[in-house]
């Protein structure tokens, strides 16, 4: 895996204390862990581009996950489903433009990561090639997932990997520091701090039930895909 020097931090670590210690310990989770193949080659592949809104098929989320380097997730079919998720959330631009106090590029990123593992920051004028942004979205959703689980403790591992992606899926956007704060997300939180793959996807269809009263469309429609993967419905593109 090629070596990264970032010069901004687009995922912010969390120094509090873990959400698993403020849960109540001793139940375990339900589901598969699937930890992907050990044997992936050294460098990442994009998946084919398939038709809109079509299911991703277990065979091609594996084949994904295989081309994934081996190390950058726990569960790289978990990393699979949510680069997945991620590339439909955020859709590709290949130019920079604004998003509130910064700029963005790619997959809804504030950085650029090009084949050589090299990481910049986004500036008004920046414009990205697709294979560069797949490279940075990578990177950043794997760094996610860790930073999820660093921040959930034990029970993110007792989660399906469905579960793994949609948490990173959530965190991807809001940063870690508002993964833990937010009221909104702590019913998801504290579930998964659990390893409780039920009460996990519950709360996952309530953040859902909620969003529908944003009248916000991108969030609504972020909130359906991370459910879907909760309840285990898979990942469409």
Do not use: C, W
Not at 102 to 108: K, P, T
Request: charged content about 20%.
């Amino acid at each position: 895996t090629p070596a990264t020097t970032s010069t901004s931090t687009p995922i912010p670590h969390y120094n509090g204390p873990s959400v698993e210690a403020l849960a109540a310990a001793g139940r375990g989770g339900v589901g598969t862990f699937d930890p992907g193949r050990s044997d992936a080659p050294a460098a990442y592949v994009p998946p084919v581009q398939r038709p809109a809104r079509t299911q991703v098929s277990r065979e091609d989320l594996q084949l994904d996950a295989a081309a994934i380097p081996a190390g950058m997730f726990v569960n790289n079919y978990a990393g699979a489903l949510a680069l997945h998720a991620l590339r439909g959330l955020e859709d590709f631009r290949a130019q920079a433009y604004l998003d509130g106090n910064r700029y963005r590029v790619g997959f809804g990123s504030d950085t650029v990561t090009d084949a050589q593992g090299r990481v910049t920051p986004v500036t008004a004028t920046t414009v990205v090639s697709r294979g560069d942004a797949e490279t940075d979205l990578l990177r950043r959703t794997a760094a996610t997932a860790q930073e999820v689980r660093t921040v959930v403790g034990g029970g993110f591992d007792q989660l399906p990997p469905e579960q793994q992606a949609a948490l990173t899926s959530i965190m991807y956007r809001k940063g870690a520091p508002n993964f833990v704060s937010d009221p909104y997300l702590r019913p998801v939180v504290m579930a998964a701090a659990l390893g409780d793959a039920r009460a996990t996807s519950a709360a996952f269809s309530q953040l859902e039930i909620a969003a529908q009263g944003v009248g916000i469309r991108g969030i609504q429609n972020r909130r359906r895909v991370e459910a879907g993967l909760a309840r285990g419905d898979g990942v469409y593109v």
